[in-house]
Every structure is written in structure tokens, then in C-alpha cells.
């Protein structure tokens, strides 16, 4: 290839239309300048592999395509090159690449980086519990952290995640949780049918009734509140029925460390109510509280 070198060229080798006024000459155009031309771009075009066609003006643009892909290697870690889209790989308009995988079910290249935690806003007593995680696909394994604004009072609550569909939620797989407190926090894994805690949180965190219990996904459960002043042979109802008969201990309110005085004896104890008898020594008007341990299934 050579640029035009007429003597009518520009003393840059370039061409010109020439001025009558001044005079210049217009530049002429040599077969020697237009046969190298052409040879030019017949060697791109027989390099790529393709035969002249007079019929066809697409051969130069198919060619140069063709010797791209020929001469470029596939990318690697090491190597630059081309990338092929795919299931798992997209390139956009603009060259960028977009990864179809995610990490415990949340997409990549999704803004703000990946996140599985969400709020969700669902009344507390309504079974069908929604939340919005950006990126999120169920898939096994995928986790989900969530934040229950309003709690749940529903016994056999369902979540969908950012549409996904409602999916059961349970303590292991099997048995329902049944309830959560207000802004209680806990994580979740589907295990591909259902939503299974997998968080050391409390599956509960409720107050009622002069009472406050808490469940745990191993299945203990701990409840503890007072009686009001003392009254002998009073008896409290657990707000939550225990399994089988719990752990159970209580004080006057004024105790304080060992004083055994103020401990209280109980004539009944049972895994949905106990029976207030008596204190170790003597029967002071005071308020107690007490504690009970035991498991909830």
C-alpha cells in the first residue's frame, strides 16, 4: 500500500480538487495508486479465506470478522482474548459481562453488591409472609435473612422471597414455627420444598399476660414473669405449654442472693401450669417472679 504520489498530489500525498484561480491542478488518480488499493483489500478478503464475488459488497466486513476470530485467542486467566456468551455468561451491547451464577442464591452484579437480608412488613397474624431480596433465586442452599417487623402469630407461616413463590417455614425442615416477636431476626435455608432455620435466634419472642417466653429452634423454650403479691395456692397458666414438665423456680421480689427465705414452694407442677404453695419460711406479702425451663416439642 502506498498513498497517492501523483504530481498532482499534495506535498503530503494527499488529494485535492485542485483551484483554477491560483492555478492548482486537481490530483490524478494513477492505476498504480487504485491497483494497490484494491489488492489490498482482496488480500483481506482472500486471507479470510473467502473467493471474490462481484454480486456480493459484504465480503471485506465477513473477512476481517472471520480472520478476528481466527487470529484472536480464547480468553483466559492469563491470556487475553475473546469470550463466548453463554447459559452462565451474558455480554451486553456496551461489552460488559454479566455472570448468570449466584452466591447462596443471590445473583452477581447486582448494585450495591450481594445482599441476602431483607425486611419484611407482613401483619403478624397473616399466614402468607413476603420480602424482597434484589437478586435472590431459589435455588437449594439459598439463604435468607429476614426481619419481621410485625412479628407472626400464624401457626404455620409461609414466606416468599422476592416473588419466588410462599414456601412453608420450619423449624427443621418439618414442623412449623410458631411465631415470631416483633423485629425478630433469623436466617433461613431452602432446602428445596420449604425454608428451614438454620440461626441460633429465637423462633419466638412474645410477651403476654404478665409473661415473656422465648423458643429456640433446638427446641428449648424458656418463660419467665411474676404473680403479683403473693397469694398462697395461686395458680399460673404458662402461655406456652411446655412438652413435658419444666423446670421451675421462683423468688420474692426482694430477695437477694441466697437468702432461701424467699424462695417459693410449689404444690403442682405441670407442662401448662404450676400452683403457687408456699415460701420456704413464712408467707411475706410480696410480689415474686419466677422462671421455667423445658423443651417445646
Known sequence: MHRIDTSTATP???FTEGDPA????ATTVSAEWLNAVQEELVAVITGGGL???KSDNGQLFRAIGKLIGDKVPIATNDTPG???GSDAVSIGEDGSILLAGAVDGVRFNESGGISRYGVCDSAQAAQAKTVTIPGFRLVPGALAYVRFTHGNTHAAPTLDVSGTGAKPLTIDGTNPIPGYGV???ASFMYDGARYVVVSGFAVDDNRAGGQTYL???NGSQIIWGDWGEFVSGQTVTFVQPFQAMPSLIGYDNESTPGNTERKAKFSAITETYFTVNDWAYGSP???GCWVAFGRWR
Open 82 to 84: 475473546l469470550v463466548k
Open 215 to 217: 423458643k429456640f429452634p
Open 285 to 287: 406479702s410480696k410480689t
Open 22 to 25: 491560483v492555478p492548482v491542478a
Open 183 to 185: 423485629n425478630a431476626v
Open 51 to 53: 473467493e471474490l464475488q
Open 12 to 14: 503530503d500525498h494527499k
